[in-house]
């Protein structure tokens, strides 16, 4: 640094100035500062600046004391009075030597002939310079190296604000960082974009940052390699989501535009629509497709075919190719196939050809040597032509996809199958009986194949009862089905022997035993292994009396005529397979008219709350019963089930009905053969004042033959009783356990053929155990025309 008088004299002289020209401050304070430059000549422009007292900077030719010439980068700055009249300059050098002022230029040079489009930001004058490459970059306007106003970025500039924003941040913040920019242009086309590396540029004199350098690299094929990696790695989360085959489809279209493709069609074959798998190999051209999926970018026609239309495409169009060959065909306006299928429309789509369409893909759906369908991608005016790199990403898509579309129908296909077994396992129509009105839904869970083992039944017993139950085998699939069939079939022969609900649910553990013991021995999976809960009632219309039993099943809920509806206490006993343990019979008085509800687990289990607040809600619900109970099974599950169950649900509804006096007569019997005539007697007149008179003559064979053995082979005391009601059964019970066996009487036997005889008049016969001994009881049509 050198100070110079307004007269041009040099008034100051630093360290630096002695190092940089090699003279001494006595060698040079007071001499004209002319003595310094060569032939005494100041630079163009700095001598006018010295009068006018202006700032300068520019370039100099300098004496150096041994001689030798230098030319110094200078910067005159003027230095003021008070009263504002000029003082002294101030002289600074920006360079020390010829060499390092050769080694500026050369930076320069480099910096304006670099192959990689380079700029500095400088944060004092605000303005940009730009190498040539960046300019020719430059939106693509060519142009030579310069400067360029910072304003000029906020406009039609190359960079966006965010470019801006980052540069600001840079410059504040001195550290490193990196922008990525996009080109705007359509989705579909090849976009060009640039990495720019930019860091804070430091003042060697201050150490502050002075402005901010830039680096742009063209990374379109590395953008474009993410973007279709991005594209495939959304079509792994998306495709196969719902074991849906049209939703799927339809998210390969909305994938696919406007980023891969303007106009995306997807056609399956109509037989893989119906859930049927189609025939190995390529498709036959001729073969009906049913449009299941299409998507265009805004502005571009949509084809005229409907989703849900069957269609064919000609034989000469992409598609065609596409099905019969089953490789990707990628076509154009310079193949005559194309131009003919475009004229008519891409996929239908009359206003095609209007559009621009100029290249199509089309791509075969196809999984495990199967053909689904096919997929088609058509781009438009303004976005590029395919290329080999995108045929291998239409390739990937339609892979997934196809895939996805054939695990779905797979899957339905297996659902449908797992369904038709259970249901085929599950009562279809209950038989008439007259104690309760019933009404029952089974829903299966939404998931695949993954049926439940729920299951309910309606089982009519001797003497006008019947047997209600519910059950539910642990776990899902064809292992619980199967063990559910096998429970409901054991049920129902258990149930035939009439056995009170506590044994029977003793004897259906120990058969899940004996089946979980056997699955043990043949090292079975534990799949073939049988759990299971199980709630087991019998009501008998006459008493009014439900007796039920439980094996770790969900409590039932009565809805009583008043209109007040509670859970009824159980003591539930272990599940099925268990073992050990006992069943407690539970005995509930239900007036006429009471709804009892049966159902599942799933009913009322929910995540997020417990057993007990499902049971309130089942309780609220089933106050809420019309006289339909349709409609009421309806009700319950809208209120109780969220959209998506977690579970099978299996609800059987069943509203008590009773039998009056005026259709029930009982007496007690001596144990003495004389009253078997009295009985009779006593029968045939209840059966005249029920109208039934036709119906005397069998009736007495039966009550003879019955009350006889009673009183050969009983104990007292004895019981007749007639009920009247959609049969005419006849029941005689006494103290003795021994029941009577059928047996074919020989030629000379004086007995054996009673029992024959009631077999061959009534429609059945049977004997069940009561808590006192035994009831054998007869039933038999009623006369035609009878009450």
Not at 381 to 398: C, I
Request: proline share 7%.
């Amino acid at each position: 640094m050198a100070i110079i008088s307004v007269g041009g004299m040099v008034t100051g002289w630093s360290a630096g100035a002695r190092k940089l020209l090699g003279y001494r401050p006595p060698e040079i304070v007071g001499h004209p500062v002319s003595d310094l430059l060569i032939n005494g000549e100041y630079p163009e422009v700095a001598g006018a600046c010295l009068a006018d007292a202006r700032q300068w900077s520019g370039t100099a030719a300098v004496r150096h004391r041994d001689g030798r010439r230098i030319d110094l980068p200078l910067r005159l700055h003027p230095t003021f009075r008070d009263d504002g009249t000029t003082q002294a300059f101030v002289v600074t050098a920006t360079a020390g030597t010829g060499e390092a002022e050769s080694d500026r230029r050369m930076v320069e040079w480099a910096f304006a002939q670099s192959s990689i489009a380079l700029s500095t930001y400088s944060t004092t004058s605000r303005s940009w310079q730009w190498n040539a490459v960046a300019v020719e970059s430059r939106q693509g306007q060519a142009g030579e190296a310069g400067s360029w106003p910072y304003s000029d970025m906020l406009g039609g500039g190359r960079f966006d604000e965010g470019f801006l924003r980052c540069v600001r941040r840079v410059a504040e913040e001195a550290r490193p960082s990196r922008y990525e920019h996009l080109a705007p242009a359509a989705p579909s086309a090849h976009r060009r974009a640039w990495t720019i590396e930019m860091w804070p540029v430091r003042s060697p004199d201050t150490g502050r940052v002075a402005g901010v350098g830039a680096a742009a690299f063209d990374s379109t094929e590395q953008v474009a390699a993410r973007q279709r990696l991005a594209l495939l790695n959304e079509a792994g989360s998306r495709f196969g989501a719902t074991l849906n085959v049209r939703r799927t489809v339809q998210e390969l279209a909305h994938l696919a535009v406007p980023r891969f493709a303007d106009s995306v069609t997807v056609d399956l074959l109509d037989s893989v629509t119906r859930g049927k798998e189609p025939p190995p190999g390529p498709a036959d051209a001729t073969v009906a497709l049913r449009r299941v999926a299409q998507q265009t970018a805004d502005g571009v026609p949509e084809a005229d075919t409907e989703i849900g239309e069957v269609d064919t495409y000609p034989p000469h169009s992409p598609p065609a190719h596409a099905l019969t060959s089953g490789r990707t065909v990628l076509c154009g306006t310079d193949d005559p196939d194309f131009t003919r299928w475009i004229a008519a429309g891409v996929g239908g789509s009359g206003a095609a050809a209007e559009h621009g369409f100029h290249s199509v893909m089309a791509t075969p759906l196809r999984a495990r040597g199967l053909t689904l369908g096919v997929v088609v991608f058509a781009r438009a005016a303004g976005s590029n032509p395919y290329a080999q790199d995108d045929l291998l990403l239409a390739e990937e898509l339609a892979s997934r996809a196809a895939g996805s579309v054939d695990n779905a129908g797979r899957v339905s296909r297996e659902r449908a199958n797992a369904l038709t077994f259970q249901r085929s396992l599950l009562p279809r129509h209950f038989p008439k009986q007259a104690a309760v009105e019933v009404a029952h839904r089974y829903l299966p869970i939404g998931r695949g194949a993954e049926v439940g083992g729920d299951w309910f039944d309606v089982v009519p017993l001797s003497g006008t009862r019947v047997a209600l139950v519910v059950g539910d085998v642990v776990g899902h699939g064809i292992h619980a089905s199967a063990a559910m069939g096998r429970l409901r079939t054991a049920v129902r022969t258990l149930a035939g022997v009439d056995l009170p609900p506590d044994e029977l649910l003793t004897h259906l553990d120990e058969l899940v035993t004996h089946l979980t013991s056997d699955s043990d021995d043949r090292n079975e999976p534990d799949p073939g292994q049988i759990g299971a809960t199980c709630l087991y009632a019998v009501y008998d219309p006459v008493s009014r009396i439900c007796t039920m039993a439980s094996a770790g099943h969900v409590p039932p809920v009565v809805l009583f005529p008043d209109g007040t509806a509670r859970v009824v206490q159980l003591t539930p006993g272990p599940i099925l397979g268990v073992g050990g343990l006992p069943f407690e019979p539970t005995e509930l008085e239900l007036p006429e008219g009471s709804l009892l509800s049966l159902y599942t687990d799933g009913l009322i289990e929910a995540r997020g709350h417990d057993l007990g607040v499902g049971l309130e809600r089942l309780c609220g619900a089933l106050a809420s019963a019309e006289p339909s109970l349709n409609v009421t099974c309806d009700i319950i599950l809208r209120a109780l089930l969220p959209e998506s169950p977690a579970d099978d649900v299996a609800l059987l509804l069943a509203r008590t009905r009773a039998l009056h006096t005026d259709q029930v007569a009982a007496w007690s019997l001596p144990s003495d053969p004389a009253i078997v005539a009295d009985a009779r007697a006593q029968a045939s007149r209840q059966l005249a004042t029920w109208g039934l008179s036709d119906a005397a003559s069998i009736t007495e064979l039966v009550v003879s033959e019955l009350v006889t053995n009673a009183i050969r082979y009983g104990d007292a005391p004895i019981g007749l009783r007639l009920i009247r009601d959609r049969t005419l059964i006849c029941e005689v019970s006494d103290a003795s356990s021994t029941s009577p066996h059928l047996r074919r009487a020989r030629t000379y036997d004086e007995g054996g053929r009673g029992l024959h005889m009631v077999t061959q008049l009534t429609q059945g016969w049977g004997t069940r155990q009561t808590p006192t001994g035994k009831t054998i009881w007869a039933e038999q049509r009623l006369p035609a025309g009878g009450p």
